[in-house]
C-alpha cells in the first residue's frame, strides 16, 4: 500500500483530490478555498499599517493561515514518509527545450541549479525568486484570487469574472515561457 | 446554499473584508485552536497531494505552459468538474455546514483587475513555477530558498495594498 502511495499520483486522482476541498472547506464550516488571501492575512497581522486594504478583522480569517501552514507541514510529511526516489518523469520535448536555454533537467522538483541559495544575491535569483515571487503576490491579489481561489472556488460555482481570470493567467504564462523567457535566460 | 455579493454583510454579522476571495462565512463561533484544527489537517491533505501530483514542479509549469503534456490540464480540470459538482449536490440537497448553518458562495464580480493582474500573476506563475499553494508545499517539501519567493509575494501583496485605489479596476 505505501509503495502505491509513493508514486506520484495519476491526474485524475488528483485533481478529483482537490476538487473535494471545495465542499470540504464548505461544509466543515462555510470557507471558500483560496490561497493567495494567507499573503493578504500575513500583510494584517504582521505589518502594522494604516494602509485601508489591510484594516480588517484578520483574526476572523486566521483559517486560512492554518491551512496554509499544514501544507507546509503536508509536504514535509510527503517528503519524509512519500518521497518517490524516482525522478520526475516530464515529457523529453521539455527537457530539451530546456537543455536548450541551459536548464539541465535534474529530475527533481525544481532545477537545482536555479532554486538554491547560493543564487540569492544574483541575477537568477533577482529574476527567479525576487521578481517572481512579487509578481505571484502583486498579480494575484490584484486579480482577487490565483489558482485555487479563482480556477478551482471560482470556476466551480460558475463565475465568469474566475474565467476571466485564469485565462488570463495562461495568457501570462504562455507569454512568458515563450516570448520572454528565452530572452530572459540569455541575460542572466 | 445561497449565493451572495461580495459586499454583502448579513445583518451586519459577516464582518469579512470585502474582495476577500477566500472569506470565512460562519456565523457561529470559533475558538482559536479547536475550530481551526481541522483547516491545519485540511491544509496538510492538500500539501500531501500537491507534493505527489507534483503540481509543485517547475517543471511541470513549463511542460503546461508548452503545451508537451496534459498532465497539469488534467489535474486542473479534474479539480473543477469534482469541484462543480459538489457544489451543486450541496444546492440540490441544500447540505448544511456541520454547524448546521445554510452554505454561502459569493459572486465574484467582474473588474479589469482580473486581466491585468491575472495576467501579472501568469508570468510570475511560469518564472517561480508555482501559485501561492505549491509556494507552501515546495517550501515544505525542502526547497528553502523559496521561503524568499514567498516574502517577495508577501511583498507583491502589500504593494498591491499600497496602490490599490489609484490601480485601474
Known amino acids: 500500500m505505501i509503495e502505491f502511495i509513493r508514486q506520484p499520483w495519476a491526474w485524475y486522482v488528483s485533481g478529483a483530490l482537490i476538487g473535494l476541498t471545495v465542499p470540504a472547506l464548505l461544509l466543515l464550516?462555510?470557507?471558500h478555498f483560496g490561497i493567495s488571501s494567507s499573503l493578504r492575512h500575513i500583510c494584517a497581522a504582521c505589518l502594522p499599517t494604516k494602509i485601508p486594504f489591510f484594516q480588517y478583522d484578520w483574526k476572523r480569517e486566521i483559517w486560512n493561515l492554518f491551512f496554509v501552514a499544514g501544507i507546509v507541514a503536508g509536504a514535509s510529511i510527503a517528503l519524509a514518509f512519500l518521497n518517490n526516489p524516482e525522478p520526475v518523469q516530464i515529457s523529453e520535448?521539455?527537457?530539451?527545450?530546456?537543455?536548450?536555454?541551459?536548464?539541465?533537467?535534474?529530475?527533481?522538483?525544481?532545477p537545482?541549479?536555479?532554486f538554491s541559495f547560493e543564487n540569492i544575491f544574483t541575477m537568477k535569483g533577482l529574476v527567479f525568486f525576487v521578481m517572481g515571487g512579487f509578481m505571484v503576490g502583486f498579480g494575484t491579489r490584484y486579480a482577487g484570487g490565483c489558482t485555487s481561489g479563482h480556477s478551482i472556488m471560482g470556476l466551480?460555482?460558475?463565475?465568469?469574472?474566475?474565467l476571466i481570470a485564469t485565462c488570463s493567467f495562461m495568457v501570462g504564462g504562455f507569454t512568458m515561457v515563450h516570448l520572454i523567457f528565452p530572452w530572459l535566460m540569455k541575460l542572466i | 446554499m445561497k449565493i451572495v455579493n461580495d459586499e454583502f454583510i448579513e445583518n451586519g454579522v459577516i464582518t469579512h473584508p470585502d474582495e476577500c476571495a477566500a472569506p470565512n462565512d460562519q456565523i457561529a463561533p470559533e475558538?482559536?485552536?479547536?475550530?481551526?484544527i481541522k483547516y491545519l489537517a485540511m491544509g496538510m491533505l492538500f500539501g500531501i497531494i500537491a507534493v505527489k501530483s507534483e503540481i509543485i514542479s517547475w517543471y511541470r509549469i513549463q511542460e503546461m505552459f508548452r503545451l508537451q503534456s496534459f498532465h497539469m490540464y488534467g489535474v486542473i480540470g479534474t479539480a473543477v468538474i469534482t469541484?462543480?459538482?459538489?457544489?451543486?449536490?450541496?444546492?440540490?440537497?441544500n447540505l448544511k455546514t456541520i454547524q448546521g448553518e445554510e452554505v454561502v458562495i459569493h459572486k465574484k464580480n467582474f473588474h479589469w483587475g482580473n486581466?491585468?493582474?491575472?495576467?501579472?500573476?501568469?508570468?510570475?506563475?511560469?518564472?517561480?513555477?508555482?501559485?501561492?499553494?505549491?509556494?507552501?508545499?515546495?517550501?515544505?517539501?525542502g526547497f528553502l530558498v523559496i521561503i524568499v519567493t514567498l516574502l517577495s509575494a508577501i511583498a507583491g501583496t502589500f504593494v498591491y495594498g499600497l496602490f490599490q485605489e489609484k490601480l485601474p479596476h
Do not use: Y
Open chain 2, 31 to 36: 475558538s482559536m485552536i479547536a475550530s481551526n
Open chain 1, 93 to 110: 520535448n521539455t527537457i530539451s527545450d530546456l537543455a536548450a536555454l541551459g536548464i539541465v533537467a535534474d529530475g527533481q522538483m525544481m
Open chain 2, 115 to 141: 486581466v491585468i493582474g491575472g495576467l501579472t500573476f501568469g508570468l510570475g506563475w511560469a518564472i517561480t513555477g508555482a501559485c501561492p499553494g505549491p509556494l507552501f508545499a515546495q517550501i515544505g517539501s
Open chain 1, 29 to 31: 464550516g462555510n470557507k
Open chain 1, 112 to 114: 537545482a541549479s536555479i
Open chain 1, 156 to 162: 466551480s460555482t460558475f463565475q465568469l469574472s474566475s
Open chain 2, 83 to 93: 469541484g462543480a459538482i459538489s457544489v451543486l449536490l450541496i444546492k440540490r440537497f
